[in-house]
């Protein structure tokens, strides 16, 4: 399905992100969150979520908190903002409101989301890019709840998702509600998606940390960035080294999304020092489906 027309194409190529409207409709955008809903009314809060704030137990709380994020590539797994529990474990706000995210395996063990992932018009826009034979690497559903949703700094997603040669990966960030500059869109910088990359996010080989960064991220000029409004069931198309950030979520409504990451396997290599993996319960599983 042509749901990309040719300029989009060629504006994703020069800058390293497009917007477009209309991936969804805005009942499917709905069922989306509401599913998402009845999945955080029955999750179980983790253990090391709840363990007791004080200095001893500071890195057995980093380190369940680092082994949870390492394994849950094939799973899905529940991330929660800052401060959003007491020094008992129990919730400060409501557990609706606590979330940062859930991922990484949305796409593969929830058949709503699965679906949306795999839609005529998600492989229509790989196949317009040239996409030979893409897969699913991962996905998440973001909230950025109001209020608390932190800011995300710049950043390139070939950071942590790398692959030789580099330019392999392309990021879908598809708004359930529109995102806007008052609750916490993305922002670029056009054309850094040919610059490389200066920083890596890699497996420890033991001990702890499980992971950690090779190079330095760069400083960038605050004046570059564009924001990237984009309108509920729209799409961001975002290339694996461009630059890109979110500011903190400071009004009153929320800013739901659903985003995932596609890599092209011709001729490519995976790293195997990412922090994502793939397993033999779920392989990268292939985006075009006969």
Same mark, same amino acid.
């Given at each position: 399905?042509?749901?990309?027309?040719?300029?989009?194409?060629?504006?994703?190529?020069?800058?390293?992100?497009?917007?477009?409207?209309?991936?969804? @409709?805005?009942?499917?955008?709905?069922? *989306?969150?509401?599913? +998402?809903?009845?999945? !955080?009314?029955?999750? /179980?809060?983790? &253990?090391?979520?709840?363990?007791?704030?004080?200095?001893?137990?500071?890195?057995?709380?980093?380190?369940?908190?680092?082994?949870?994020?390492?394994?849950s590539?094939?799973?899905?797994?529940?991330?929660?903002?800052?401060?959003?529990?007491?020094?008992?474990?129990?919730f400060?706000?409501?557990?609706?409101?606590?979330?940062?995210?859930?991922?990484?395996?949305?796409?593969?063990?929830?058949?709503?989301?699965?679906?949306m992932?795999?839609?005529?018009?998600?492989?229509?826009?790989?196949k317009?890019?040239?996409?030979?034979?893409?897969?699913?690497?991962?996905?998440?559903?973001?909230?950025?709840?109001?209020?608390?949703?932190?800011?995300?700094?710049?950043?390139?997603?070939? @950071?942590?998702?790398?692959?030789?040669? *580099?330019?392999?990966v +392309?990021?879908?960030? !598809?708004?359930?509600? /529109?995102?806007? &500059?008052?609750?916490?869109?993305?922002?670029?910088?056009?054309?850094?998606?040919?610059?490389?990359?200066?920083?890596?996010?890699?497996?420890?080989?033991?001990?702890?940390?499980?992971?950690?960064?090779?190079?330095?991220?760069?400083?960038?000029?605050?004046?570059?960035?564009?924001?990237?409004?984009?309108?509920?069931?729209?799409?961001?198309?975002?290339?694996?080294?461009?630059?890109?950030?979110?500011?903190?979520?400071?009004?009153?409504?929320?800013?739901?999304?659903?985003?995932f990451?596609?890599?092209?396997?011709?001729?490519?290599?995976?790293?195997?020092?990412?922090?994502?993996?793939?397993?033999e319960?779920?392989?990268?599983?292939?985006?075009?489906?006969?």
């Open positions: 399905m042509d749901f990309m027309a040719d300029h989009y194409a060629q504006k994703y190529q020069e800058d390293g992100y497009v917007v477009l409207d209309g991936l969804l @409709t805005a009942e499917e955008c709905d069922q *989306l969150r509401c599913r +998402m809903a009845e999945i !955080v009314d029955g999750m /179980d809060v983790p &253990e090391h979520c709840r363990i007791t704030f004080s200095t001893d137990n500071d890195q057995l709380k980093d380190q369940g908190n680092a082994d949870y994020f390492l394994t590539g094939d799973k899905i797994r529940f991330f929660f903002e800052k401060g959003v529990f007491d020094d008992k474990g129990e400060t706000v409501p557990r609706e409101r606590s979330l940062n995210k859930v991922g990484h395996a949305l796409h593969a063990h929830e058949p709503l989301y699965k679906k992932t795999h839609s005529p018009q998600v492989q229509g826009i790989a317009k890019l040239g996409l030979q034979s893409p897969v699913i690497l991962q996905s998440m559903y973001i909230f950025k709840q109001p209020g608390i949703g932190g800011e995300v700094t710049p950043h390139q997603d070939a @950071t942590f998702l790398h692959t030789t040669p *580099l330019g392999r +392309m990021g879908l960030w !598809v708004a359930l509600e /529109d995102a806007t &500059e008052d609750n916490g869109c993305l922002w670029f910088i056009p054309g850094t998606h040919n610059s490389g990359i200066s920083r890596r996010m890699v497996r420890t080989q033991e001990g702890y940390p499980l992971t950690n960064f090779v190079g330095q991220e760069q400083t960038y000029d605050d004046d570059k960035f564009v924001p990237a409004p984009v309108k509920k069931g729209g799409v961001v198309l975002i290339h694996g080294q461009v630059v890109h950030r979110s500011a903190p979520n400071t009004s009153d409504n929320s800013r739901h999304v659903y985003t990451h596609l890599m092209e396997t011709e001729e490519t290599r995976w790293s195997p020092e990412n922090w994502l993996q793939p397993t319960e779920l392989p990268f599983p292939a985006l075009y489906t006969t």
